[in-house]
């Protein structure tokens, strides 16, 4: 029996990086149609897949959602700074960020700033109501810029591999 212990990120073989490449564009597209691409089997394909995911190289798979098509049309940007950079502090703050829906993506950064954030929401008057209960009310920020996103030039969620 094959070990389904994933190789480092650094043992990925060129069918596994093509592989990844086509499931990073459809996840949906068929072990078949992947192996004819890669020159693997089906099961092959499966096999690598599995590994991957078990590795944590595959993350998870999801639908991408046009956020307008939803009614969350404005992108904001806010850089958060904390009042301090304790582990107490960052430990609560990314607790908030990260169990806020709104926030899409969280970073915690080098620099003057502690967070960096990427919000979703249906209008301004959404995210005043919002950036109240995130950052002006909330005694763990000490100050926060916000960015309005005018045009999402480049979104992708694909990771050159």
Excluded: H, W
Excluded at 20 to 48: C, F, H, M, W, Y
Excluded at 64 to 93: C, H, K, L, M, Y
Excluded at 118 to 126: G, H, T
């Amino acid at each position: 029996m094959r070990s389904t212990t994933a190789r480092p990120p650094d043992q990925l073989d060129d069918q596994d990086r093509a592989i990844l490449r086509i499931l990073q564009r459809d996840n949906k597209t068929s072990q078949r149609a992947i192996g004819e691409a890669v020159n693997l089997s089906a099961p092959a394909v499966q096999r690598r897949i599995a590994r991957m995911e078990a590795a944590g190289i595959i993350r998870r798979n999801i639908a991408v959602i046009d956020p307008a098509s939803v009614g969350q049309g404005v992108t904001v940007v806010v850089e958060v700074q904390t009042v301090n950079d304790r582990s107490p502090v960052i430990a609560a703050a990314k607790r908030l960020f990260r169990e806020a829906p709104e926030v899409q993506q969280c970073y915690l950064v080098t620099g003057k700033a502690s967070f960096i954030l990427i919000l979703l929401v249906p209008d301004m008057a959404s995210y005043e109501v919002l950036s109240r209960r995130l950052f002006a009310d909330n005694e763990l920020v000490q100050s926060f810029q916000t960015l309005v996103v005018l045009d999402p030039v480049k979104v992708t969620l694909e990771v050159d591999v």
